[in-house]
């Protein structure tokens, strides 16, 4: 067989992976791959203007798409700059293959230009990575690096090559199977949990299922409703695990956490049985985890073992795939309805509906903008955020009817990822619009990718909720701080030269009457547009359960701190 350079092998194994796009940045170790590019025109190379960009891209085109998300950077600078967004992936378990290229062989461990040990950076933040010291082993380690990331519970996998690796030589043998000892995900539950779960559910008078991100990564939207309808059980979902239910279903109960709904929180605090499906058990969704519902019986799906009684007691955890575990229930469980229980929550609901509604008056709230958002670009568009009050909002009055359909930063809270991530989650799916919710600050950290946008013509529309504050942060000061308001307010640029600047359409929105008008303005672009919103200065997202609090603790109002 014909010897080829490692960069080609690399290439190649992009394909044999079904890699038609990945989003990176140039620089010195990697200019042997990037010569070999033109000959893999099947392979989309978009240049990014920032390598953090380029992972939360990969990101973004991975959440949307429900295929792997590959970026590639240099040594050095431009592999420590993934860290973020390796990080940020790895934590929602999203899957994600990192390339970096290093310095030569011969210059390793001896600090040479641009050298970054990166292997050990990333080593507690990834899955899995590497360090392929041969061409020989490039195909094994993509293949054995996507088997990992997509498998099990997903997450972010990274390969190292250095330069020599690149140029020097080898045959091209790809690996049609992948045996990794001691790593054998499992699909079903054991038989003698699925019983004893079958016995909790069935006698169960408040059971509550809390749906999470694993629902949308294991496609089981399907199996999850078919469980809830049989067994006549409400849903609540985690920030992540919205759109694995539509919240006009009758058993769907929107969001839980710090700041879900006041009926959803106190549903999970008043529940005999709670069924977690493909979630952390974290506590951004659970509060304070000793008082998070004692006296319930907590039945805990999850594909990771380790996730299992790391924060609160369960009663039955079951290792397996959520989908086919859900299909397992679906099968045992009795056909049930709970009337009584399903009335008080929804006596609940309309009695505490005030507590995240749209604010009454003619000013320009964040919320009334991103409800706008949602009913007139519909469900099957795509909606990014980046981290804060908008976040919250968006996940609130975003509508989110679909899995795939709401992106955004959980586990690690990542400011600057909102932009990025909606490139990517353009490239992906090119025929759906794509919009993504901006804070003011978090969209001056990495706004630099609307150059990539323009370049790539990805039409993402951009809306800031304006309110020249760290909105978050403000609102913590105010109300645990002794409104002592400290580097939150932050001078603002001129968003709409912004987008001069880049050539696109900048538009800024001051009063109600005219956000439908801009909405549609943006729609019909058919590039990247900019909204500035200014919305309300100091406005604060309720309810909320106070950090430390349980989720019984939920306040509506400043007046209940």
Not at 411 to 433: H, I, K, N, S
Request: hydrophobic content about 40%.
């Amino acid at each position: 067989m014909t010897k080829i350079s490692g960069a080609d092998i690399v290439l190649k194994c992009l394909q044999k992976l079904g890699v038609d796009t990945l989003f990176g940045y140039p620089g010195g170790v990697v200019l042997p791959l990037y010569d070999r590019f033109p000959d893999y025109p099947d392979i989309n190379h978009i240049l990014v203007r920032h390598e953090q960009a380029a992972g939360h891209a990969a990101d973004g085109y991975a959440r949307a798409s429900g295929k792997l998300g590959v970026a590639l950077a240099t040594s050095g600078p431009g592999a420590t700059n993934l860290v973020t967004a390796i990080t940020n992936a790895h934590m929602d378990s999203v899957p994600t293959l990192f390339i970096t290229g290093n310095v030569t062989r011969s210059l390793l461990g001896k600090d040479g230009f641009q050298e970054a040990d990166i292997t050990g950076i990333t080593m507690p933040i990834v899955k899995h990575n590497y360090i392929v010291m041969r061409p020989d082993d490039l195909a094994y380690a993509f293949s054995e690096a996507a088997y990992i990331a997509t498998t099990g519970r997903p997450g972010a996998v990274h390969i190292d090559i250095p330069k020599d690796v690149f140029i020097e030589e080898a045959e091209f043998h790809w690996p049609e199977d992948v045996h990794i000892r001691g790593y054998n995900p499992p699909t079903i539950g054991a038989s003698e949990s699925i019983e004893s779960a079958t016995e909790i559910i069935n006698q169960a008078e408040r059971p509550l299922i809390f749906a999470g991100h694993g629902i949308i990564l294991s496609d089981a939207a399907e199996q999850l409703q078919a469980f809830a309808e049989k067994g006549g059980i409400p849903v609540v979902n985690t920030l992540l695990g919205l759109g694995s239910i539509n919240p006009n279903h009758v058993l769907s109960y929107g969001m839980l956490g710090m700041h879900g709904s006041y009926w959803a929180n106190h549903a999970a605090s008043s529940a005999d049985v709670i069924i977690g499906l493909g979630m952390r058990m974290d506590d951004r969704a659970l509060g304070r985890f000793e008082d998070m519902n004692p006296n319930a019986k907590i039945i805990h799906v999850d594909i990771d073992p380790a996730e299992h009684q790391k924060n609160i007691e369960t009663h039955v955890p079951i290792v397996g795939n959520v989908k086919d575990v859900l299909g397992q229930l679906i099968k045992s469980i009795n056909t049930s309805t709970h009337p009584d229980w399903l009335q008080w929550i929804n006596e609940m609901r309309i009695n505490h509906k005030e507590s995240m509604s749209i604010p009454n008056g003619p000013e320009l709230s964040a919320q009334y903008a991103i409800s706008r958002i949602a009913d007139l670009i519909g469900p099957e568009s795509v909606l990014c955020t980046g981290v804060g009050q908008h976040q919250m909002w968006a996940a609130q009055f975003g509508n989110i009817s679909r899995p795939r359909q709401f992106i955004t930063s959980g586990g690690l809270g990542t400011m600057g990822f909102e932009v990025p991530a909606a490139m990517g989650a353009q490239a992906a799916c090119p025929d759906r619009p794509v919009w993504t919710i901006c804070g003011d600050g978090g969209f001056q950290m990495t706004f630099q990718e609307i150059g990539t946008m323009v370049a790539e013509k990805l039409p993402v529309k951009m809306a800031i909720m304006n309110n020249c504050y760290l909105g978050m942060v403000r609102q913590w000061q105010e109300l645990f701080y002794d409104k002592n308001l400290v580097d939150v307010d932050i001078t603002q640029p001129d968003f709409l030269k912004i987008a001069e600047a880049y050539g696109i359409r900048g538009i800024r929105v001051t009063n109600q009457e005219d956000v439908d008008a801009a909405i549609q303005e943006a729609e019909a672009d058919p590039g990247p547009v900019i909204i500035d919103f200014r919305v309300v200065q100091q406005d604060n997202v309720w309810p909320m359960v106070p950090a430390g609090a349980a989720l019984s603790e939920t306040v509506e109002s400043s007046g209940q701190i």
